[in-house]
């Protein structure tokens, strides 16, 4: 049997056979346009719904492109203003920490009028215990600020506590709701003293202990001031502490206690004022 020989043409022959018959067919269409009229009508009929594929499909192709050009074109605009709105949220949480370090200020400023007498430093929590109250706590400054144990630290409206241990920049303070708190109080109305302790297991109702009051005679309203007394081993006078909250005569009919409204957010603190001004020792 014969082995048929495949034939096999470069591409570039088979691009210059097609150029020659295509010149070819312009000579003869130039020359001999009416003769070869029926087949230009023949070719046309074929050709024409051709063209008119190859153009649909040539739009649709274009359009295609043109959507593909403007999505691409939406997506980096997209991108855009997905960068602008999170440089905006990180300048409006800088300008909202702001706002608030502003306020914490002027509530600074505001308490350090209170308390025209005693020098003070600033300072900020930097750590608490494990519970959601701050009876313990730490601030960023210590001995280097020139701090020292049994400083006063004061917040809010008033007394916070008393400065426990000093590191070289940072103390350790305990406040007034801590169970081993205890500081001697005096009523701004009555003038009658009390000694007002911390309970961490009443803390959650708002409140803290006041009793000791000897004078059984005495009405002691609710909201009437507490603050330090000058017979405080450690406290400085005059300091506010909280506000009488149902206070009556105890069952052994000797003296009267009750409850005590804290001046301070014991839940919230950003910042305090430390006293730079130790009570002098009772002689």
């Known amino acids: 049997m014969r082995r048929r020989r ?25 020359l001999y346009g009416d003769k070869l009229s029926p087949v230009k009508t023949a070719f046309g009929s074929v050709l024409t719904p051709m063209q008119k594929g190859i153009n649909t499909v040539g739009r649709t192709i274009s359009d295609k492109m043109d959507n ?39 509530k600074l400023f505001k308490l350090d009028s209170l308390y025209p007498d005693y020098p003070k430093v600033g300072a900020r929590v930097i750590g608490k215990n494990t519970n959601n109250w701050y009876n313990t706590f730490t601030i960023d400054k210590g ?73 059984k005679q005495v009405q002691i309203k609710d909201g009437y001031e507490v603050v330090t007394s000058t017979k ?16 009556k005569l105890d069952s052994n009919n000797l003296q009267q206690s009750g409850y005590l409204t804290p001046s301070v957010d014991f839940k919230h603190l950003d910042t305090v004022l430390v006293i730079t001004k130790l009570k002098e020792k009772l002689k």
């Not at 593909?68 to 300008?95: D, I, M, P, R, Y």
């Not at 809010?156 to 708190?181: C, Q």
């Not at 450690?234 to 149902?246: E, V």
């Open 143 to 215: 001995k280097d600020d020139g701090l020292k144990v049994d400083m006063n630290v004061i917040a809010g409206d008033g007394l916070v506590g008393i400065i426990t241990e000093v590191g070289h920049n940072y103390s350790t303070v305990r406040s007034i709701i801590d169970d081993s708190s205890s500081v001697t109080g005096v009523f701004s109305k009555t003038k009658d003293d009390c000694m007002v302790d911390g309970d961490l297991t009443l803390v959650d109702d708002g409140y803290i202990r006041v009793g000791y009051i000897r004078n």
């Open 232 to 247: 405080s081993t450690k406290f400085l006078p005059g300091l506010l502490i909280g506000y009488a909250s149902n206070v």
């Open 68 to 106: 593909f050009q403007e999505l691409k074109g939406l997506k980096s605009t997209n991108k855009k203003l997905e960068n602008e709105v999170e440089t905006l949220k990180f300048q409006n949480k800088a300008l909202q920490q702001d706002k608030s370090e502003l306020s914490e200020l002027r």
């Open 6 to 30: 495949n034939i096999s043409l470069h591409p570039k022959y088979i691009f210059g056979i097609l150029t020659a018959v295509c010149v070819a067919i312009m000579i003869l269409s130039f």
